[in-house]
């Protein structure tokens, strides 16, 4: 199983709301990525989870929040988002953090309103 | 980092071989080239790498030249489905508890068409 699977597809989010982003891998990964990616854009790092522990923050904003609950899962806490924090929000996993074969999931495609 | 630079877009025949190129003229003796590719509304895909050897994998040839200052990503018979913005990345030097940081430039779009 070589899947990287994130949920929701899309979301939809008011500014004052409340939501989380998940992402699964069971190819026994021990790094896992945050990116996100603007339109018309390149993905860009956000986080980086290394054997569950957080290892590179790209100076994110602290209405972006992650979590690494075990080395399967990922999520990405979301509060009080800006419209312009609209994009689509790529999860990856790597066998570990010194491999740069990256395997990405699909996406959530995110809008703020 | 070492930068590259890749056309914004190129067209191919279906059937041809599609051949990127790619910039990286300050890359260092200890650094990678890694090729991904993403496909409309899908996630990035990792296609091949090579340090300074001529890497040929399922998917694609990497052409990296002597002075390893430009590579050539080299889709052998291109399909409608190898439409794509195809990245090329130069791999900065591995940083203990760095993780495996890829910094994505602008791409070039290729265009299969029939």
């Known amino acids: 199983d070589t899947e990287v699977t994130q949920t929701p597809k899309h979301l939809v989010m008011g500014m004052t709301n409340k939501k989380s982003l998940k992402c699964e891998q069971h190819?026994?990964?021990?790094?896992m990525y945050w990116y996100k990616q603007k339109a018309k854009k390149p993905p860009e790092l956000m986080f980086v989870?290394?054997?569950?522990?957080?290892?590179i923050n790209e100076s994110v904003p602290s209405r972006f929040s992650p979590e690494c609950p075990n080395s399967s899962l990922l999520n990405l806490h979301l509060h009080a988002l800006q419209p312009e924090d609209s994009a689509l929000y790529l999860c990856?996993?790597?066998?570990?953090?010194?491999?740069?074969?990256?395997?990405f999931g699909p996406g959530t495609r995110l809008t703020v309103t | 980092d070492a930068k590259t630079t890749q056309p914004p877009s190129m067209d191919c025949a279906e059937g041809r071989a599609a051949n990127l190129p790619c910039n990286h003229s300050?890359?260092?003796?200890?650094?990678?080239v890694y090729w991904y590719r993403q496909i409309h509304s899908q996630g990035p895909q990792y296609i091949i790498h090579?340090?300074?050897n001529n890497e040929t994998n399922e998917m694609a040839s990497l052409i990296i030249t002597e002075d390893r200052k430009s590579s050539t990503l080299i889709l052998p018979h291109a399909t409608l489905r190898d439409t794509a913005v195809y990245y090329c990345i130069v791999r900065p030097p591995f940083i203990y508890n760095q993780g495996g940081k890829l910094i994505f430039g602008q791409g070039t779009e290729l265009s299969v068409k029939p």
């Open positions: 300050t890359i260092s003796g200890n650094e990678y």
């Open positions: 090579g340090l300074k």
């Open positions: 989870y290394s054997y569950e522990k957080l290892s």
């Open positions: 190819m026994g990964h021990r790094a």
């Open positions: 990856a996993s790597s066998q570990e953090d010194r491999s740069y074969e990256q395997y």
